[in-house]
């Protein structure tokens, strides 16, 4: 890991950042690469088949000639798909610049936010509907399961936009004009996820 660390050039705060698993979504520049990191949200079942969020976290390095990536889980597959298409040559990724595979890896993160969404409706419309014909101990244990899944999904996602918003205001040499307008589509993305859980805390 030193060899590699000192090969490119990386500064111990950021290794001390993307080893700290607990760290808040946030973009930090450096003299020569752009830090990120940013939490990607699984839907997983219990015991009992009752869904729950968990995450883990995911570092971007953006240099001016690589990107590169730590994710907090060895095995994931996440990335997969990307992968597969620069290795087949499709699509325009390989006519790029490595700003925009940042862009497609970030926006890989952000799209899967809208499952989670998607799923924290669906479990709040089962709460609802089993409380209407008897409420348990067990179905209070799930409403407030339920309420610390959706705070702590805004509480990473709106660091994440204040993050994404200052890569697109602030003007990064590691970022090409060209693809600005990726991040920009990326912070809407974003926006109108925060827009979803802001939806999900008053019905809740």
Known sequence: ???????????ALTMED??????????????????VTLKHYNISSDEQGVNF????????ILSYNHVISFNEYRSSTFYDSI???????SGIILQKKVDY???????????HYYLIVEEMHRELNIIENDITERF??????????SKREIL???????PLRDSLMKMRNEEFSMIQKTNAKYFSDLLD?????????????EWN
């Open 189 to 201: 993305h974003l926006q109108q996820v925060t827009m979803q859980i802001e939806i999900l805390r």
């Open 101 to 111: 595979l940042a862009y497609l890896l970030l926006d890989k993160v952000v799209d």
């Open 1 to 11: 890991m030193r060899e590699f660390v000192d090969y490119f050039e990386i500064h």
């Open 152 to 158: 702590e999904f805004r509480k990473e996602v709106i």
């Open 136 to 145: 348990s101990s067990f179905k209070m244990d799930r409403i407030l399961s």
């Open 18 to 35: 993307v080893l700290n698993s607990g760290q808040l979504p946030k973009t930090e520049a450096y003299p020569d690469y752009l830090f």
């Open 53 to 60: 969020i968990d995450n883990h976290q995911i570092s971007l």
């Open 83 to 89: 992968l597969e298409g620069i290795k087949s040559g």
